[in-house]
C-alpha cells in the first residue's frame, strides 16, 4: 500500500512524493513534461525490490507549493531533501531532465549511495538540445497558454518522436498529466541549454552508471560522454534498439539495466 508524504526544501517548496514497496530505499525522479505517474510502468516491478520514493517536481502533482525565482539549483535541492528523508545509502534513479536535477542533487548530498541517470540532456559544443527556433515556438506556445501545441512541438522537435508516437500518446492519462505540467517545460529547456558540464561533477564520489538509448537523438551522447568524463566513478550503458522512452517501449530491458547497478 502507498502513502503519501512531503518535505520541505530548502527555499520553502514543498516537495511530494509516493512511498511504496520493501526493501532498500529508492528515489525516483521524472523528466521534463510529466509527474510521478511517469514510472507506472515499472513500479511493481522495482517495488518488489526496493521501497520507493516517487517523487512530484516543484510545479507539479503533489509539489505545487513553489517558491520563486525558478533554478535548476533549487530542483537539486528538492532532490536531495527527499534523498535525507528516505534515508542512508540511497539509489537514486533520475530520467530525462529529471537525471539533470539527480546529479545537482549529488553535488548536496552525502546520502546517495549510487545514481542511475537515463538520458541527461545538455548542451555540447556542436549539439544544442532545442534549437533557438524551436524555443521560441515553444515560448509562444506558453505564452498563450497552448499546451497541446507545447507538448506536440516538444516531442516532435526535442525528443524527435514520430507522428505516430505522438498519435499513439495523446489518448493515454499520461498525455493528460503531461498536459498539466506542459507550462513547465520552457524553463527547464532554458536550464538545460545552460547546464554546466564541468569539473564541478567531480565532487561526485559515488558509482554513477548513465544509460543511452542506441537511437536517441544525436544530442544524447555527447552529453553522456562529457558527464562521464567528468565523474570519477560513472559508465555507460547503451539500451539497445532504443531511445528516450525505454520506460515504456523496452521496460523488461531498462529494469535489468536498474537491477544491474544495484
Same mark, same amino acid.
Given at each position: 500500500? !502507498?502513502?503519501?508524504?512531503?518535505?520541505?526544501?530548502?527555499?520553502?517548496?514543498?516537495?511530494?512524493?509516493?512511498?511504496?514497496?520493501?526493501?532498500?530505499?529508492?528515489?525516483?525522479?521524472?523528466?521534463?513534461?510529466?509527474?510521478?505517474?511517469?514510472?507506472?510502468?515499472?513500479?511493481?516491478?522495482? /517495488?518488489?525490490?526496493?521501497?520507493?520514493?516517487?517523487?512530484?517536481?516543484?510545479?507539479?502533482?503533489?509539489?505545487?507549493?513553489? !517558491?520563486?525565482?525558478?533554478?535548476?539549483?533549487?530542483?537539486?535541492?528538492?532532490?536531495?531533501?527527499?534523498?535525507?528523508?528516505?534515508?542512508?545509502?540511497?539509489?537514486?534513479?533520475?530520467?530525462?531532465?529529471?537525471?539533470?536535477?539527480?546529479?545537482?542533487?549529488?553535488?548536496?548530498?552525502?546520502?546517495?549511495?549510487?545514481?542511475?541517470?537515463?538520458?541527461?540532456?545538455?548542451?555540447?559544443?556542436?549539439?544544442?538540445?532545442?534549437?533557438?527556433?524551436?524555443?521560441?515556438?515553444?515560448?509562444?506556445?506558453?505564452?498563450?497558454?497552448?499546451?497541446?501545441?507545447?507538448?506536440?512541438?516538444?516531442?516532435?522537435?526535442?525528443?524527435?518522436?514520430?507522428?505516430?508516437?505522438?498519435?499513439?500518446?495523446?489518448?493515454?492519462?499520461?498525455?493528460?498529466?503531461?498536459?498539466?505540467?506542459?507550462?513547465?517545460?520552457?524553463?527547464?529547456?532554458?536550464?538545460?541549454?545552460?547546464?554546466?558540464?564541468?569539473?564541478?561533477?567531480?565532487?561526485?564520489?559515488?558509482?554513477?552508471?548513465?544509460?543511452?538509448?542506441?537511437?536517441?537523438?544525436?544530442?544524447?551522447?555527447? /552529453?553522456?560522454?562529457?558527464?562521464?568524463?567528468?565523474?570519477?566513478?560513472?559508465?555507460?550503458?547503451?539500451?539497445?534498439?532504443?531511445?528516450?522512452?525505454?520506460?515504456?517501449?523496452?521496460?523488461?530491458?531498462?529494469?535489468?539495466?536498474?537491477?544491474?547497478? /544495484?
Amino acid at each position: 500500500m !502507498s502513502e503519501f508524504r512531503s518535505v520541505e526544501s530548502r527555499d520553502g517548496t514543498i516537495i511530494g512524493f509516493e512511498k511504496l514497496g520493501h526493501g532498500p530505499p529508492m528515489v525516483l525522479v521524472h523528466g521534463g513534461t510529466a509527474d510521478r505517474r511517469r514510472w507506472l510502468p515499472v513500479v511493481p516491478q522495482l /517495488a518488489e525490490r526496493f521501497t520507493l520514493h516517487i517523487v512530484d517536481r516543484r510545479g507539479r502533482g503533489l509539489s505545487t507549493k513553489e !517558491s520563486a525565482p525558478y533554478d535548476i539549483a533549487r530542483e537539486g535541492e528538492d532532490v536531495a531533501a527527499v534523498v535525507e528523508a528516505a534515508g542512508r545509502d540511497v539509489y537514486l534513479l533520475g530520467h530525462s531532465y529529471g537525471a539533470l536535477c539527480s546529479l545537482e542533487a549529488a553535488l548536496r548530498t552525502d546520502a546517495i549511495g549510487r545514481l542511475l541517470i537515463y538520458e541527461p540532456p545538455a548542451a555540447t559544443p556542436g549539439h544544442a538540445v532545442t534549437p533557438v527556433p524551436v524555443l521560441e515556438q515553444l515560448r509562444a506556445a506558453a505564452a498563450r497558454g497552448d499546451r497541446p501545441c507545447v507538448l506536440e512541438t516538444f516531442y516532435r522537435e526535442v525528443i524527435h518522436s514520430t507522428p505516430e508516437d505522438i498519435a499513439e500518446m495523446i489518448p493515454t492519462p499520461m498525455w493528460q498529466a503531461r498536459l498539466a505540467a506542459a507550462l513547465t517545460i520552457v524553463r527547464e529547456l532554458e536550464h538545460v541549454e545552460r547546464f554546466e558540464i564541468s569539473p564541478r561533477l567531480s565532487a561526485i564520489r559515488i558509482p554513477v552508471r548513465l544509460l543511452l538509448g542506441t537511437e536517441s537523438p544525436p544530442y544524447f551522447r555527447p /552529453a553522456a560522454l562529457a558527464i562521464a568524463h567528468e565523474i570519477p566513478q560513472a559508465d555507460i550503458l547503451p539500451l539497445h534498439g532504443q531511445g528516450h522512452l525505454a520506460i515504456d517501449r523496452d521496460t523488461p530491458q531498462f529494469l535489468a539495466a536498474v537491477f544491474a547497478f /544495484a
